[in-house]
């Protein structure tokens, strides 16, 4: 079973950032992609941003050149930098990783942006 220990959440006002972690208990050779989700109070799950094994990220179009999302394969950890939020931004935040053939995720850590 592999966990997710998920840190960096919290209170923000608007124009400020915050920087997301998530430490993976697993095996570095197993871990695959690695990424962020948030969901809004009375909304669906989204995809933040995403890194595959080798490096390569994806971001939603909500928050390109605003999110940075990267990883430590030493450390089994993966990042969200978030810069300029917005109210918008607020949502739980969840790390999301796939070991091997499964997927698995973290118990979510709160954004809050404040206007």
């Known amino acids: 079973q592999v966990q997710l220990v998920e840190s960096g959440g919290g209170l923000v006002q608007a124009g400020g950032s915050l920087r997301l972690s998530c430490e993976a208990s697993a095996s570095s050779a197993s871990i695959n992609a690695m990424g962020w989700y948030r969901q809004a109070p009375g909304k669906q799950r989204v995809l933040v941003a995403a890194?595959?094994?080798?490096?390569?990220?994806e971001y939603a179009d909500f928050v390109k050149g605003r999110f940075t999302i990267s990883r430590d394969n030493a450390k089994n950890t993966v990042y969200l930098q978030m810069t300029s939020l917005k109210p918008e931004d607020t949502a739980v935040y969840y790390c999301?990783?796939?070991?091997?053939?499964?997927?698995?995720w973290g118990l979510g850590t709160q954004v809050t942006v404040s206007s």
């Open positions: 890194i595959s094994s080798g490096g390569s990220t």
């Open positions: 999301h990783v796939h070991v091997d053939d499964l997927e698995y």
